[in-house]
């Protein structure tokens, strides 16, 4: 009769291939971060280029950028990014919504809730590094969007410290703001030269509340600029700051500027902010040494 000795694991070597094991999950997992911290990154850029192509379509078209909303006086107002619908694959959206025809809120001071269609997530206006709800929680539930267009530096007259008086279609000499006009023959720094759009998160805990691409939502307790666009002073031209309108993203340690021109620059939140405020200036002579924001 012959005998058959079944082959088995130790205790030693199970343990050893359970070491083995763990130290690849120990070196794979942060790898895979890594693949999709970078993934992020680029998609957040080529989401900004998008961007910067559709502007450009736009002015094309238009003969000028579009304003950062447009409305009368305190009312609710179309934002620039719904005016980049059709210019982002989304042009059976912008006719659904029919901002050329349509008021937004309806003309009331303060806008009405979102219709479904305002509620529609889109891609192209998203961070993927921000992540979370596709509604923005702390804006009436409008769909969020992370970039924010830059109004530029000529603040309005402050009527405390650090408080500034609303002042209806103001010109903050960047390229987008309410109701503006500008041509890129009025880009006098030169577009590649001048910032458009900047990047925000959602992270209510800080107050950091994003945006929303639909428009500006009215007067409701106070005028909401920052739904569409803000200026820029020296706190919110701090990248990743304090304050609750710096330009700010999940990017560690950088946030991603567009400029005029279609250029997407990775700027480091090192950089001195009155760089930030000079870039964002369409008119004020000041040349910036791009090699700063590394």
């Known amino acids: 009769m012959s005998r058959f000795r079944r082959k088995a694991f130790t205790l030693i070597e199970l343990l050893v291939v359970i070491a083995i094991i763990a130290i690849l999950i120990a070196i794979l997992v942060p790898a895979v971060q890594r693949v999709r911290v970078a993934a992020a990154r680029t998609q957040c850029q080529n989401n900004l280029k998008q961007v910067g192509l559709a502007l450009h379509t736009y002015h094309d078209t238009n003969k000028l950028f579009p304003a950062a909303f447009k409305n009368v006086g305190l009312n609710p107002g179309w934002g620039w990014a719904t005016m980049l619908l059709p210019a982002v694959e989304q042009l059976v959206l912008y006719e659904a919504l029919a901002p050329e025809s349509t008021v937004f809120g309806g003309g009331a001071p303060f806008a ?12 192209v206006f998203r961070c993927p590094a921000d992540g979370g709800s596709e509604l923005n929680t702390a804006r009436d539930n409008y769909a969020i969007s992370n970039y924010r267009a830059t109004a530029g530096p000529n603040l309005t007259p402050q009527v405390a410290p650090g408080v500034y008086s609303f002042q209806t279609d103001w010109d903050y000499g960047g390229i987008m703001f309410q109701n503006s006009r500008i041509t890129t023959t009025l880009v006098i720094d030169g577009t590649s030269n001048t910032v458009i759009v900047g990047e925000c998160i959602f992270d209510p805990g800080s107050g950091k509340n994003a ?4 428009g500006m939502r009215g007067l409701n307790g106070g005028i909401w600029l920052s739904d569409t666009m803000w200026w820029i002073d020296a706190q919110a031209a701090t990248i990743n700051g304090t304050a609750v309108q710096s330009f700010s993203s999940r990017h560690l340690g950088r946030a991603f500027f567009l400029f005029g021109d279609g250029t997407v620059r ?7 902010p009155s760089i930030i405020m000079f870039i964002t200036g369409r008119d004020d002579s000041v040349l910036v040494d791009f090699t700063s924001f590394n």
Not at 211 to 214: D, E, P
Not at 266 to 272: A, G, L, R, T, Y
């Open 112 to 123: 009405s809730p979102p219709t479904p269609l305002m509620q529609t997530p889109l891609s």
């Open 211 to 214: 945006t929303i691409w639909t």
């Open 266 to 272: 990775f700027v480091s939140q090192n950089v001195d």
